[in-house]
């Protein structure tokens, strides 16, 4: 069964730094592409970056210029570099990935969630 397990959240303080980990795991086939995206108390979760197997990315309006999303396809695993963070930024932070993976012996493309990492920028 494949999983997303995000880990590198916690407290830092305005225009402090924090990188957060994704790592896929199961009878993974290939990851077609990533993501990350945020959810606020009271608001939508929303994009915050995006990146495909060929290592092309897009960022929100939000984060462009402070955030970096990369991976690491040989370790099935993805980064998010948070730099220059602002108390708006505070959020559960969320992994996604389009995974094919062989389920009872069949290859099955299907969206994955992880269970969320909790950023908070704060004084």
């Known amino acids: 069964q494949v999983q997303l397990v995000e880990s590198g959240g916690g407290l830092v303080q305005p225009g402090g730094s924090l990188r957060l980990s994704c790592a896929a795991s199961?009878?993974?086939?290939?990851?077609?592409?990533m993501g990350w995206y945020r959810q606020a108390p009271g608001k939508q979760r929303e994009l915050v970056a995006h990146?495909?197997?060929?290592?092309?990315?897009n960022y929100a309006d939000s984060v462009k210029g402070r955030f970096t999303i990369s991976r690491d396809n040989a370790k099935n695993t993805m980064y998010l570099e948070m730099n220059s963070l602002k108390p708006e930024d505070t959020a559960a932070y969320y992994c996604?990935?389009?995974?094919?993976?062989?389920?009872?012996?069949?290859?099955?493309?299907?969206?994955?969630w992880g269970q969320g990492t909790q950023v908070t920028v704060s004084s």
């Open positions: 996604n990935a389009l995974i094919t993976s062989i389920r009872r012996g069949v290859a099955t493309t299907d969206n994955y």
């Open positions: 199961g009878s993974i086939v290939s990851i077609a592409a």
């Open positions: 990146i495909i197997s060929s290592g092309s990315t």
